[in-house]
């Protein structure tokens, strides 16, 4: 219920920092959860942001509060008001996957999971207020939009005549319409990078095994999918990437990124001067074969020059002849898009099922098949229908239980990070430094996919890379430079990112209409 208390409080580009202010002056976790639970319900029917509301946010907020009266430390995020992808299991809640099969809201059937996956129990450690759960197209299987999603498409907040970005559309736009201090998002081709760079937010696409993907819906779960923040500025991002990373027994790959973790975390090792001196490779044909856009083209030299400001080195295309850009494999019908890796996928989903508990509607791989039959994913105009020549994702629909044959994936994981290690090594690169988009972002209703520059290959690779807003081209549409790095190089890439958008600050709050 709206109070005197929640309705004094400002929730507009509300940060973490603020958010402990706040609470340090007196104002209430209660309080800051109704006025962003308000601002829900004033702008989210417009912006079909969150989809599920947390029925316990009020709850769980009084209970930080009454842990803080007791004396006691609730964790990092006490109180912070934030959102989760609709992927990620939340217990009690269902996990949608975007489509009204999938949604007995929508007509469908719900998948009810028994528990968190690892990542959301974290939020709930770290003291974290889940608001609800957020918008995806239908099996997350866009990287522009959620336009096909059974509870509405997704609007840009901060670009309102602009795709969202996909598939953690609903997350960005949470975000950057302030219906939620921050966000999880999950990619597994653009879906953290894509829909960040489309709203002028900050997200962290981690490196593959850094942070459990254990119960969240997966297109590629034991080769691609990662879990990571979506913020509005780089602070807030790695704080929560502190939260979030680490070894889960319920994800063995994760103790990949044992003894990876920066001594005391990320967000301490933010830096405003960490750009002075680094070497920085740009984008050129040697990392792939597609130029950009003239609009792109003229944001980017800018961005280079604010780059050049900071006293960093460029280095113009370091992997001119490398062979890296001859790697790529895009499927027909993609948009570009190599899908190596979401080979899985049917051996993946049947562990996901599993795994939502004895209750679950639907608990494995073949009573999912059978509850979508009336819109098979798979066949001729699914959503995945670019799977379909690939023998040993036929073979993984075939028999979901047996572990898939990955060896074309893992051929050009190989490939990537051999080629990439040898070019950071030969000129010495501290990162990279690329538009995170090659062609202008699209116009809602276009049917046109956002024109990215990395996507598959930091996918396949597992690399990192982090974007932050680098402002507007001429026509208006958003800018944003991703920072790539070598595996585990989060630290240094947030404070590459943190120097640059104390630098720039290119980041401007929208405002919603509704």
Known sequence: MTTAASTAIDPVEMTVADVETALARGITAEALTQAFLDRIARYNPRHVAVITANPDALREAREIDRRRAAGEAPGPLAGVPVVVKDTMDMAGLPSTGGWRLLSARAGGVDLIPATDSPVVARMRAAGAV??????????????SHADDSWAGATLNAAYPGRVPGGSSAGTATAVAGSLAVLGLAEETGGSIQ??????????????????????????????????????????????????????????????????????????????????????????????????????TAVAYRRATGELEARGVVLVEDPFAGSGFADIARPAPGAEGF???????????????????????????????????????????GGVLAFMADAPAFRAGL?????????????????????????????????????????????????????????????????????????????????????????????????????????????????????
């Open 130 to 143: 889940i608001l609800g759960k957020t918008n995806v197209p239908v099996l997350s299987a866009s990287g």
């Open 338 to 380: 190599d899908p190596r890796g979401i080979e899985g996928l049917p051996y993946d989903l049947d562990r996901y099922l599993t795994r939502l508990g004895p209750d679950a509607a639907i608990r494995s791989f073949e009573a999912f098949k059978a509850a979508v039959a009336a819109e098979d994913p798979f066949g001729p």
């Open 398 to 514: 075939a028999d979901p239980s047996a572990p898939p044959d990955l060896s074309d994936f893992l051929a050009a994981k190989e490939a990537y990070l051999e080629i990439f290690a040898e070019v950071m090594a030969r000129h010495r690169l501290d990162g990279l430094a690329v538009p995170q988009m090659r062609g202008e972002l699209p116009f809602a209703g276009s049917g046109q996919a956002i024109q990215e520059t990395a996507v598959s290959e930091i996918n396949i690779a597992g690399l990192p890379g982090v974007t932050v807003p680098a402002g507007r081209t001429a026509s208006g549409a958003p800018f944003g430079l991703l920072f790539i790095g070598p595996m585990w190089s989060e630290a240094a890439l947030l404070s590459f990112a943190f120097d640059y958008e104390s630098a720039t600050r290119h980041r401007r709050p929208p405002i919603l209409s509704l």
């Open 194 to 295: 894509n829909p960040a760079s489309a709203q002028d937010l900050v997200g962290i696409k981690p490196s593959f095994g850094l942070v459990p993907n254990a119960g969240v819906m997966p297109l590629a779960g034991s080769t691609r999918d990662v879990v990571g923040p979506i913020a509005r500025c780089v602070r807030d991002a790695a704080l929560t990437l502190d939260v979030l990373a680490g070894f889960s027994p319920e994800d063995p790959k994760t103790v990949a990124g044992i003894g990876h973790r920066p001594r005391g975390g990320y967000a301490a090792g933010l830096d405003a001067g960490s750009l002075h001196g680094k070497r920085l490779g740009l984008y050129g044909p040697g990392w792939r074969s597609q130029a950009l856009s003239p609009g």
